[in-house]
Every structure is written in structure tokens, then in C-alpha cells.
């Protein structure tokens, strides 16, 4: 499989992946976590090797940055020890699925990446090699058959362009591949290089994260009609607080625009 820019690899490997099925999952937490896509990085956005010093994508070096990164510590919650640098506590309204509640992470769900490595969404709550932090994640679900995902997909690089220095990641979940089929690594590969020799129309190559779901595991929590239901968007903060979220349909840009300058300009949790 090429080495793929979406895909950055991780300081550990992991055990074998679950059988077929249609989903997503967890696991991790033995070295720094990946960091993806920064653009202050050297340009190699996917490492080619599990060496964790390999470049600035393998992981956040907390000698380099604190794990609050440029946040504000007093107002970041990293209270669960989970990951390498924490991750938020269930807050007054709880884990849930919906808008004001905050998203779980995937502890006992396995997500990989195009590399077959666990990811957990603890990892993305550490700082980036430049020290900058994610204030705000576009927590994206498709499945390669699914029009409307593959048409958002192709003007997410235009966002992400715009706003990944501004504190935006872009992590696309992927539980289904061209055919309905549990996705494979391949599949991964071919999505996020821009390989669409089965899409509607040509891809684009993506610089932010794509994940499997292969057993649709993870996925199933919050799509439980496929169907019908997707894509899901979803924004969250730097404190895992559901900003805003859309199911079945492609967002419009510029409302996905307005949303994502709201979580950046205050990442904490909804004004009061």
C-alpha cells in the first residue's frame, strides 16, 4: 500500500484487527499520539515508518509543548486519563450523541487508520508538534458508496485549507467502502489518496486523518439507520462539548464556515 498524507502513523502497533463486519473501534496510549495534517510540520504529513521520531506527524512531543498546546489550561478539561494527554470528563450533560452533550471516546471501539493502527479520539486532544492545538473537529461519517459523502468530502480540503491553522481537524470515519463492504486498508488508501476509480467522480488527495470503522462498531452509536442517516457531521471543541451536528445530508459550506468559526473563536464550551 503507497504511504498516504491522510494517514499518519503511530508510535505503537496493534493487535489484529476484527473481522469483517461493518464498523469502527479503539486502543492506544503507549507513546506520544499522532498528530495529522499540521502544516507547520516539514510537509510529510504521513510517516512512512512506525519510528516515532520519524517526523512531527508520529506524535505530540510534550517536551516541546505543554498538553494544554496553546489553549488555556483553566478552561481545558483533560480530566480522564485517557491517552497520552488526557482527555475531557463527561461534564453536566454527559457523554451522548446529541448537540451539548460531549462525544465518548472510542476506548472499547477499534478505529485504525490507512496503516491498520488503533486511533482514539483521545489523540487528537494533544497539541500539534508546533505547539498549536485543535480547537475545533469536524468528526465526519461516511461509507465510500454514499453520494452526498463523497461529494462533502471533496470540498473538505477547501476548509481545511482555510482553517487548519486556525485550530480546525477534519477526522473522517469511513464504515463502509465503494460496495457496501466492511472497509479494508486498501479501501482507506484509494479514499484518501484520490484514487476514485469506483467513486461518482475523481477524488482529491486528503491531508487530514481517514479512519476505518471496520466492524461498524463505533459507527452504529451514532447511525442507526446507514440508509438513510448518512453522512454525519458533527463539531466538537477542545472540550469534546457537540457544537453542532447534521445527519443525511451535506452540510452547506458556508454554514459549516460559520459553525467552525464559532467552536475556534470560543473552544471551551457554548457561551453561556
Known amino acids: 500500500m503507497r504511504p498516504n498524507p491522510a494517514c499518519s502513523l503511530f508510535a505503537c502497533s496493534l493487535l489484529a484487527r476484527p473481522l469483517l463486519a461493518c464498523?469502527?473501534?479503539?486502543?492506544?496510549?503507549?507513546?506520544?499520539?499522532?498528530?495529522?495534517?499540521?502544516?507547520?510540520?516539514?510537509?510529510?504529513?504521513?510517516?512512512?515508518?512506525?519510528?516515532?521520531?520519524?517526523?512531527?506527524?508520529?506524535?505530540?512531543?510534550?517536551?516541546?509543548?505543554?498538553?494544554?498546546?496553546?489553549?488555556?489550561?483553566?478552561?481545558?478539561?483533560?480530566?480522564?486519563?485517557?491517552?497520552?494527554?488526557?482527555y475531557p470528563g463527561p461534564g453536566p450533560s454527559g457523554y451522548g450523541t446529541e448537540v451539548g452533550q460531549r462525544i465518548a471516546n472510542n476506548t472499547t471501539q477499534l478505529l485504525e487508520n490507512c496503516f491498520d493502527e488503533a486511533v482514539q479520539l483521545a489523540d487528537f486532544m494533544c497539541p500539534r508538534p508546533s505547539g498549536k492545538s485543535n480547537r475545533a473537529i469536524l468528526v465526519n461519517i461516511g461509507a465510500g458508496w454514499c453520494l452526498p459523502?463523497?461529494?462533502?468530502?471533496?470540498?473538505?480540503?477547501?476548509?481545511?485549507?482555510?482553517?487548519?491553522?486556525q485550530g480546525l481537524e477534519i477526522v473522517q470515519v469511513m464504515f463502509q467502502d465503494w460496495e457496501a463492504l466492511a472497509p479494508t486498508g486498501s479501501f482507506c488508501d484509494e479514499w484518501s489518496s484520490g484514487d476514485w476509480s469506483s467513486g461518482s467522480s475523481p477524488g482529491v488527495a486528503l491531508e487530514f486523518p481517514v479512519l476505518i470503522d471496520q466492524v461498524f462498531d463505533?459507527?452504529?452509536?451514532?447511525?442507526?439507520?446507514?440508509?438513510?442517516?448518512?453522512?454525519?457531521?458533527?463539531?466538537?471543541?477542545?472540550?469534546?462539548?457537540?457544537?453542532?451536528?447534521?445527519?443525511?445530508?451535506?452540510?452547506?459550506?458556508?454554514?459549516?464556515?460559520?459553525?467552525?468559526?464559532?467552536?475556534?473563536?470560543?473552544?471551551?464550551?457554548?457561551?453561556?
Open 23 to 86: 464498523s469502527l473501534c479503539t486502543l492506544l496510549g503507549c507513546a506520544p499520539p499522532p498528530v495529522f495534517g499540521d502544516s507547520e510540520d516539514d510537509g510529510t504529513s504521513a510517516a512512512s515508518t512506525t519510528d516515532p521520531s520519524a517526523d512531527g506527524s508520529s506524535g505530540a512531543d510534550s517536551t516541546e509543548a505543554p498538553p494544554s498546546g496553546d489553549l488555556d489550561p483553566d478552561q481545558l478539561d483533560r480530566s480522564e486519563d485517557l491517552g497520552a494527554c488526557g
Open 149 to 165: 459523502c463523497q461529494a462533502e468530502t471533496l470540498e473538505f480540503p477547501e476548509l481545511y485549507a482555510e482553517y487548519h491553522d
Open 218 to 272: 463505533w459507527g452504529s452509536i451514532y447511525l442507526q439507520d446507514p440508509a438513510s442517516a448518512t453522512p454525519i457531521n458533527m463539531l466538537i471543541d477542545a472540550n469534546g462539548n457537540i457544537r453542532w451536528k447534521l445527519v443525511g445530508q451535506q452540510p452547506p459550506l458556508d454554514v459549516l464556515r460559520a459553525q467552525i468559526e464559532l467552536v475556534i473563536e470560543e473552544p471551551y464550551a457554548p457561551p453561556a
